[in-house]
């Protein structure tokens, strides 16, 4: 079964740190782009990051630039989100998210919960 | 940056009867490559996004018929034929040409 499952959610504090990883199993890992989605409490959906196939590029939306680090490891198939100085407004549902062309998420994790609160 | 905008925002629908979901974007979706990346997602109650609907108008597999989308441009539909319980959710639709940037979502519900 093709699927990405997300771990490493909870509780961080204002300005603290959390790591957020998605383990892939049932696909090629390795030749697929991947991003972070996020969804705020009974909010819309944005792309958090988004990182190559082979891990050479990496790209951020514009408020986790220089907080935020997106990484992928293929020999374990596993993606990663390192999130530093972390922000009341970067509570959300983390989703881990397979690209297989041009942004158009076709493989969605069930989510990790990221609370930032002291 | 591209704003993609949704309405309604929130349609009741009875049961059988048609329903249709509009998208609108502030740039052109089209890509150099000649394709249109604009891609439609449902989001049932409590789940992650499924993906519906990709570069316009394909269907992913397992989706049913009664959804089908299309448009051009800066403009796109997503419709449902025939509404059944199980299509209650958020539709978000979301453009992938540029940054990857979702609407604002579209909430049907049963009347």
């Known amino acids: 079964e093709v699927q990405v499952v997300e771990s490493g959610g909870g509780l961080g504090q204002p300005g603290g740190s959390l790591r957020l990883s998605c383990a892939a199993s049932?696909?090629?890992?390795?030749?697929?782009?991947m991003s972070w989605v996020r969804q705020a409490p009974g909010q819309g959906l944005e792309c958090v990051a988004k990182?190559?196939?082979?891990?050479?590029?990496?790209y951020y939306m514009d408020s986790v630039k220089g907080r935020f680090t997106i990484s992928r490891d293929n020999a374990k198939n596993l993606l990663y989100l390192e999130m530093n100085s972390l922000r009341a407004e970067d509570t959300a549902v983390y989703y881990c998210?397979?690209?297989?062309?041009?942004?158009?998420?076709?493989?969605w994790g069930q989510g990790a919960m990221v609370t930032v609160s002291s | 940056d591209v704003v993609m905008t949704q309405s309604p925002l929130s349609l009741p629908v009875t049961l059988g009867q048609p329903a249709s979901i509009s998208c609108r974007s502030s740039?052109?979706?089209?890509?150099?490559?000649?394709?249109?990346?604009l891609t439609w997602f449902q989001q049932r109650p409590g789940q992650s996004p499924r993906r519906l609907i990709y570069k316009v108008s394909n269907r992913d597999s397992g989706v049913p018929d009664r959804f089908s989308g299309y448009g051009s441009g800066t403009d796109f539909t997503l419709k449902i034929s025939r509404v059944e319980a199980e299509d209650v959710g958020v539709y978000y639709c979301m453009e992938g040409t540029h940054w990857p940037t979702f609407g604002g979502g579209t909430k049907v519900e049963i009347k």
């Open positions: 049932g696909f090629t890992f390795r030749n697929f782009w």
């Open positions: 998210a397979r690209d297989p062309h041009f942004n158009a998420y076709d493989i």
């Open positions: 740039q052109s979706l089209v890509h150099s490559d000649g394709n249109t990346y």
């Open positions: 990182i190559k196939d082979d891990g050479t590029e990496t």
